[in-house]
């Protein structure tokens, strides 16, 4: 690429960015969590339509809301590129994890705020700033002498949720989805500034647990002591998913891998997961063995009456929510069976157990070597002023990936994103750096340029 286009570039996506913020506030105003019991769906739809009607100003055809099997909708559009120009497919998510507890934001979740050199808001790095990432790339080249290669867009509703709509869906219409490349939008850098793919995404299987011991909450003056307490045995069976060292040991998943590429320094993780002092971490291997190659469960949530208010009673029942991330290498669907084989047996005293499935995901590995990665690497060195791509892991799980390498064996996956640790995604105070969201704008569309020359376009 003539080094004349690639400033061109820059100088039109930088000019982009004032817009890009207007857009993504708009956005981010949206509670589109998708979960009907926290948020109104209507949320989830305006949202749809915002992104509808931003690919149709943009000149994409066939846009459409898609009622997905989960009761979510995905935005498509499809937008032409020359004659025998190759197929990029762009993806990212417009549903957000919920607010947790609003009081503790420093500025409200769904009101995108400036400060700090950030901005903040709920669903700014994941995902709707993924979005805006799209739409700057290609409005950039739109100003530069078009885009090069067809692009089509999907933006899922459910990606949070992990209950698999679109991936059903895509399944019952194969082609819909079908390109040579396929642009991941949901991932970040390893550190700020520092250009990173993601090859490894770990699968994930989250489970409702439900104990039951007695007919009924006994006073435990009354009962105590030889009444079987519900969250008791709850808090049992939920121990037994760690050993001493806190690594997690499932019955049937005691096989631990190792990765071998980027590794992550504990001082460094300590500061980005802001460990308290004299707190150890939890596992066995390196920091990168972990996060990327072992499996990992995680409490999510446990219903049981709040301290204040609580009452002096033997309690007969509890629930709690778990997530069980897996590596490559281990099948979600057989891991769920194992999680909850493993609590069954776990349970003390006789107590009765059951679990209820409730998302699902497989893991994910790409082939970095693949002749999209290498313009990539190209697309991020220049937009990184010259920093090289860095290839690593990523803990989390993004549940389509395998869906398309699956229809779609061809196809070169790539993931990138603005979820860099500083982003505190899932947590209070989420954020992007806009000078990311600039630079992988930028890199995006480089890369298309990149892709389209190196395909014969």
Wanted: proline share 6%; with cysteine; aromatic share 6%.
């Amino acid at each position: 690429m003539s080094q004349a286009r690639s400033v061109a570039l820059a100088e039109t996506v930088a000019a982009l960015m004032p817009r890009a913020q207007t857009e993504l506030a708009e956005l981010v105003s949206y509670r589109s969590v998708a979960d009907p019991r926290q948020f109104p769906v209507s949320e989830c739809e305006k949202a749809a339509r915002w992104i509808a009607e931003a690919l149709r100003a943009e000149g994409f055809e066939d846009v459409a809301l898609l009622d997905t099997p989960d009761g979510t909708q995905s935005v498509y559009g499809h937008l032409p590129g020359p004659q025998g120009a190759p197929t990029v497919l762009l993806y990212a998510h417009y549903d957000i994890q919920p607010p947790l507890d609003e009081d503790a934001w420093l500025s409200p979740p769904f009101l995108l705020t400036e400060r700090d050199c950030r901005w903040y808001g709920r669903g700014a790095a994941d995902c709707k700033g993924g979005i805006l990432m799209h739409l700057t790339a290609l409005r950039a080249l739109s100003e530069n002498g078009g885009v090069p290669v067809s692009v089509k867009v999907i933006a899922e509703g459910s990606e949070e949720q992990g209950t698999g709509g679109l991936e059903r869906y895509a399944e019952a219409h194969p082609e819909l989805l079908a390109a040579d490349a396929i642009v991941i939008g949901d991932t970040g850098n390893f550190r700020l500034g520092l250009p990173t793919v993601t090859a490894t995404l770990r699968g994930m299987t989250m489970v409702e647990v439900a104990v039951e011991t007695l007919e009924g909450n006994l006073h435990s003056g009354q009962f105590g002591g030889a009444a079987p307490d519900a969250l008791a045995a709850l808090i049992r069976i939920l121990d037994s998913l760690r050993d001493e060292s806190g690594a997690t040991t499932v019955k049937g998943l005691e096989e631990q891998g190792a990765w071998d590429g980027l590794q992550y320094e504990e001082h460094a993780f300590r500061t980005d997961a802001k460990v308290l002092d004299g707190v150890d971490l939890i596992g066995v291997g390196t920091i990168a063995d972990r996060l990327w190659a072992h499996p990992a469960v995680t409490v999510l949530g446990i219903d049981c009456p709040p301290v204040v208010g609580a009452t002096p009673s033997v309690l007969a029942r509890a629930r709690a929510l778990v997530s069980l991330r897996v590596p490559p290498g281990i099948d979600a669907a057989e891991a769920q069976k194992a999680l909850a084989a493993h609590m069954v047996a776990a349970a003390p005293w006789g107590a009765r157990v059951e679990v209820t499935p409730r998302g699902q995901g497989q893991p994910f590995r790409a082939d970095t070597s693949s002749p999209a990665y290498a313009a990539m690497a190209d697309a991020l060195r220049t937009a990184y002023d010259g920093a090289e791509m860095q290839i690593a892991g990523e803990g989390g799980s993004i549940p389509l990936c395998n869906t398309l390498a699956t229809l779609y064996p061809q196809a070169e996956i790539l993931l990138i994103g603005l979820s860099e640790p500083e982003a505190q995604i899932h947590a209070v105070n989420e954020s992007v750096s806009p000078q990311e969201l600039e630079r992988l704008s930028l890199a995006e569309a480089l890369f298309l340029v990149n892709y389209a020359r190196g395909k014969g376009a």
